[in-house]
């Protein structure tokens, strides 16, 4: 299974790396349309507030910066994409302010390596959890979506802070294909947290909906 998808994600790459580069726009467009759609003045103060209040610590506190949290969540990133590639984990290495290491057994492919810098691990925890307290049926409480906009300041700028030319896992995936793929699969990222913020669950296939006209309507004027 591991060989098979290793495979299949070769193949996908450079056609990926072209969609998500004419994504950015239709992209771009859909996340404006939910946040217009969906935006309230209690989602301003309970997620957008404690988003820049958390980028703003970042600046003030210097220590935030390669911290050990930020590495573990970064090198766990991998670890979980490296899982769901069917890779079995080798060894897992956090030092504070001087990075880390996460090998597993198998070749490997670009999904594990650029993970980190587009999927949010700890605000997707958050979102994880609300699922299960969804399940009682009651409203979230304004404490949940504070934790989840601190949780997304934090990797905003945790992510930051990891690009850099330098970057090792950057020399893996490729730094073509890195330049390309990065700035549009952010984009339909966090226009898909914003969905979830603006609209719960229901937001996820609203974003696509509206991602899915939006790159029809693109490519119909200009291809």
């Given at each position: ?38 935006l309230t003045l209690s989602i301003l103060g309970t ?122 896992d950057f020399k893996d995936a490729g730094y073509t ?10 984009l339909i990222t966090y226009g898909l947290l914003m ?29």
């Open positions: 299974m591991q060989k098979f998808i290793n495979f299949f994600l070769a193949l996908l790459k450079w056609p990926l790396a072209i969609l998500m580069v004419l994504a950015i726009f239709p992209a771009l467009k859909t996340d404006i349309i939910i946040l217009y759609n969906g997620f957008f507030l404690p988003l820049l209040i958390m980028i703003g610590i970042w600046f003030i506190i210097p220590k935030l910066k390669g911290s050990f949290i930020s590495i573990l969540e970064h090198e766990v990133t991998h670890m979980i994409f490296a899982l769901l590639t069917f890779h079995v984990p080798q060894d897992i290495t956090v030092h504070r302010g001087q990075g880390g290491y996460f090998s597993y057994f198998g070749r490997g492919n670009w999904l594990i390596s650029l993970a980190p810098y587009f999927f949010p691990t700890s605000a997707a925890l958050v979102m994880a959890l609300g699922g299960f307290y969804a399940l009682t049926g009651e409203a979230f409480p304004m404490g949940y979506w504070i934790i989840l906009g601190l949780m997304t300041g934090y990797h905003i700028m945790s992510t930051m802070d990891e690009i850099h030319s330098e970057q090792i294909f890195t330049i390309l793929f990065l700035p549009g699969i952010n969905a979830y913020v603006c609209h719960g669950f229901k937001g996820f296939p609203l974003y696509m909906r509206e991602f899915c006209d939006q790159i029809t309507l693109f490519l119909n004027i200009f291809i």
